[in-house]
């Protein structure tokens, strides 16, 4: 196992065994390489999620996670290769397009509206699928028609108790629940997250953990995460990068004891 720094150090967060996974594709790229005037960010990475599963995306820093993770979002075009969700090349598609497919992401920093209830953030997410996107003219009591699914998801994420409280007053991890509640609201096929543990305590991290495994029950998940403890105990599957390209891929026990990752993480071989 990967040792010596404290972010390798195992800890449990009481999460469930892992659940049944499928051997069939969701989300699939091939050969994607970016570059940027001259720089390749990326080189040749082909990388396969299974459905059904949580697949990790991590890797020293400078190793090409956010790129490939806004490529495979769509919030870059790459320079070559090509993107598959669901049987559909998505490659020169925008992001909006991407999320009415059903491949929807969450931000690194919190994006919620932070002078609304944790309701009314629910409701506004609910907005677009619900058909009431843009009949902004209505009173905003036309929307308690999304109450009652609206409180479906904050319970789904633990927030019910604070459903009356503006997002301003919650911690900081019950900020990113409830950023994944507004994302849940979009009805995603897969959801894809990026570092959801950054910046949380232990608690918070492991009350985020619990809910990831939650919602990946009936859906797929995608997580770019640096803290290893989550990604060994919550991740089904896991790809490394390094100096954008794939170095190892598989189950964590596998890549953990890849002396390639090691050295990639800590400079040198440990046993």
Same mark, same amino acid.
């Given at each position: 196992?990967?040792?010596?720094?404290?972010?390798?150090?195992?800890?449990?967060?009481?999460?469930?065994s892992r659940h049944m996974v499928s051997t069939q594709p969701i989300l699939s790229a091939t050969g994607l390489t970016m570059e940027f005037r001259g720089f390749v960010?990326?080189?040749?990475?082909?990388?396969? *999620?299974?459905? /059904? +599963?949580?697949?990790?995306?991590?890797? !020293?820093?400078?190793?090409?996670?956010?790129?490939?993770?806004?490529?495979?979002?769509?919030?870059?075009?790459?320079?070559?290769?090509?993107? *598959?969700?669901? /049987? +559909?090349?998505?490659?020169?598609?925008? !992001?909006a397009e991407v999320a009415r497919l059903g491949l929807v992401r969450s931000f690194q920093i919190s994006a919620v509206f932070p002078h609304l209830t944790v309701l009314d953030n629910v409701r506004v997410a609910l907005q677009r699928p619900e058909g009431l996107a843009t009949q902004f003219w209505l009173p905003s009591g036309s929307l308690s028609v999304l109450d009652d699914r609206a409180m479906e998801l904050i319970d789904a994420v633990n927030l019910s108790a604070y459903a009356h409280l503006t997002a301003s007053e919650l911690s900081y991890g019950r900020k990113r629940a409830l950023e994944i509640a507004t994302t849940l609201?979009?009805?995603?096929?897969?959801?894809?997250?990026?570092?959801?543990?950054?910046?949380?305590?232990?608690?918070?991290?492991?009350?985020?953990?619990?809910?990831?495994?939650?919602?990946?029950?009936?859906?797929?998940?995608?997580?770019?995460?640096?803290?290893?403890?989550?990604?060994?105990d919550l991740c089904d599957r896991v790809t490394v990068l390094a100096r954008g390209e794939i170095l190892s891929d598989g189950s964590y026990e596998t890549v953990s004891a890849d002396p390639r990752v090691r050295e990639a993480y800590m400079g040198t071989e440990h046993e």
């Open positions: 196992m990967l040792s010596s720094p404290p972010f390798l150090i195992f800890s449990s967060f009481g999460i469930s960010a990326v080189k040749d990475v082909t990388l396969s *999620v299974n459905e /059904g +599963t949580i697949h990790a995306l991590i890797g !020293p820093n400078g190793a090409g996670k956010t790129t490939v993770f806004n490529l495979l979002t769509k919030f870059l075009t790459p320079t070559r290769g090509q993107i *598959v969700f669901r /049987g +559909t090349d998505i490659t020169r598609l925008k !992001p609201a979009l009805d995603p096929a897969m959801l894809l997250l990026d570092e959801p543990m950054a910046g949380m305590g232990h608690e918070d991290i492991g009350r985020i953990a619990e809910l990831i495994r939650r919602v990946a029950k009936n859906r797929t998940v995608l997580m770019v995460e640096h803290n290893l403890n989550v990604v060994a």
